[in-house]
């Protein structure tokens, strides 16, 4: 393939394809036709030999040449726009919708704020929400499906080449338990009675090993878990009410309306930090809604303590 020989405009196509994930999509962007957006695909192969796109789902997944050429004709289209049209994104106009996937943890913790800054900066910009499970992260925002995720990750050294990061707050966690419970009256926890207590934790996907307990583990120790819930609010509700213990995050008790009925202790035997991170594709790099959304979220939450 010669630079000399290319149609430049294929490479809008392709900047549209990589953006939206869909062909329909990018016709849509680019206020073309399904099949003339598929007919510049079709030249697009031919003239770089490689597929660049195959199908995945309801979209479109880009190839790994797709992806190496997709940061620097991403980031040289997006200079020539800017020298060209100064693109930029007004929040205050926008009529956009923004989706999200977290736990009802991050929810609580973002959304009030985020909804509050919404209702300032972007009055006609709707957020939706959509659930979290930790290890669907990469696929939501491969698929499309969101245009963003926030959460912890489970498994750094597996990190997806095409999703992009950065830290927001480090989750402090607690020994939580109602203030009635026999062990609240202790000043600190015994490992041993720790262990020994029957225990409610929170798996987003529903596994029987939580995270805390692959840690206990590695230390050839284990602990008594009674139950195990999907749902922060859930696990919150069962140490009010029952003589279950957890070990939860402590800066979403203030979010609860039971909170003088819970009892928070030091826990005996702390597990590596916890990050809640923004995690997005490479692909929404450089498209000014996406950026902003980005840019908003950390000025709201990065270092948040």
Not at 231 to 239: K, L, M, S, T
Not at 242 to 258: F, T
Request: aromatic share 6%; with cysteine.
């Amino acid at each position: 393939m010669s630079f000399r020989t290319l149609d430049l405009n294929l490479l809008k196509v392709f900047e549209a394809l990589m953006t939206e994930g869909s062909v329909t999509r990018a016709a849509s962007a680019l206020t073309m036709t399904q099949p003339a957006v598929s007919n510049a695909l079709a030249r697009l192969r031919d003239a770089l030999g490689d597929p660049l796109f195959v199908r995945s789902g309801t979209g479109i997944r880009p190839t790994q040449r797709a992806v190496t050429l997709w940061d620097p004709i991403g980031e040289a289209l997006e200079r020539v726009r800017g020298a060209l049209d100064e693109e930029v994104f007004d929040s205050r106009r926008a009529q956009t919708e923004f989706s999200l996937s977290m736990s009802d943890y991050v929810a609580a913790l973002v959304m009030p704020r985020l909804v509050n800054q919404f209702a300032e900066v972007a009055p006609n910009a709707r957020i939706r929400t959509v659930p979290n499970t930790i290890i669907g992260i990469a696929d939501q925002l491969e698929d499309n499906r969101v245009d963003c995720v926030l959460s912890v990750y489970v498994n750094e050294a597996q990190h997806p080449a095409l999703i992009r990061s950065r830290s927001l707050w480090t989750v402090d966690y607690a020994c939580f338990m109602r203030r009635g419970h026999p062990l609240a009256a202790r000043k600190r926890l015994s490992v041993r009675s720790f262990l020994n207590a029957g225990h409610v934790d929170v798996s987003l996907a529903g596994r029987t090993l939580a995270t805390y307990d692959q840690f206990l583990a590695s230390r050839g120790l284990s602990r008594n878990v009674v139950a195990i819930v999907n749902h922060y609010g859930a696990a919150y509700e069962i140490v009010r009410q029952s003589d279950l213990i957890g070990v939860l995050p402590r800066d979403l008790r203030g979010q609860s309306r039971h909170a003088p009925l819970l009892h928070a202790m030091p826990v005996p035997l702390e597990a590596p930090p916890r990050i809640v991170s923004l995690f997005w594709h490479q692909r929404n790099d450089t498209v000014p809604a996406q950026r902003w959304l980005r840019e908003t979220l950390v000025d709201l939450f990065a270092r948040m303590e």
